[in-house]
């Protein structure tokens, strides 16, 4: 069965690749609220194949945050929600602002604090949700000597090592990534290496699912 229950609430924070256009600071619900992105993707998966779980799905992705962000309105957009479950997608501004604003130092996030920013987030979910996501930022970048592709190793590495640390579920976006570019070029799925398509959202989105035993095949029961 789908680790879910029925009625459960998934409570998903991030950055622009989590929000893309849904409403701030918490959309979910009627027409567009949840925005275009992965997180609509999963809903529409979720209720296609589940429709007798009424899963509630919010998004809290704002864009251009980096984990100090996410962390300062953390109370505000998760915890308050009272979710059952929480994915966590941070860290792609707290590496990109170190590589398009160099001289702005006070806007980026080096990998200390960035690990601490998360053991916060995840300690104040101890005890307090069924389960956490634990989605690592990422680079479309296939040449891994790239200069903002080699820094996201950090990042990635301190993903790996919070989620077996803390029990949470790790979903490894770089690696799902890096899989898929040995097919087709980042461009087709992200032209600026980091903001998805609906390509690019439909494959965040199935990834999420495999951690989900998904089953497409699933037949409702009343």
Sequence with gaps: PMIFDKYDRIVFAGDSVTEMGSQNPVGEGLFDSLGFGYVRMVENLLMSVYPEYNIRVTNSGIGGNTSRDLLNRWER????????????????NDVWR???????????????????NLRRMLDSLRGKVKGV????????EPCREDWMRARM?????????????YGAILVDLQATFDEYFKYR?????????????????????????KHCDFDYDHIPKK
């Design 185 to 209: 070029h980042s461009s087709f799925v992200a032209w600026d290496r980091i903001h998805p398509n609906q390509i690019g959202a439909t494959i965040i989105a199935r990834e999420f699912l």
């Design 153 to 165: 190793e950090d990042y990635v590495a301190v993903c790996h090592r919070l989620a077996a640390e």
């Design 133 to 140: 996501f634990l989605l690592t930022p990422y680079y479309m």
């Design 98 to 116: 170190q590589f398009d604003s160099p001289a702005i130092t006070s806007s980026q996030v080096m990998p200390e604090e960035y690990e601490e």
């Design 77 to 92: 957009d998760v915890l308050n929600l009272n979710p059952d479950w929480v994915s966590i997608m941070i860290g792609i």
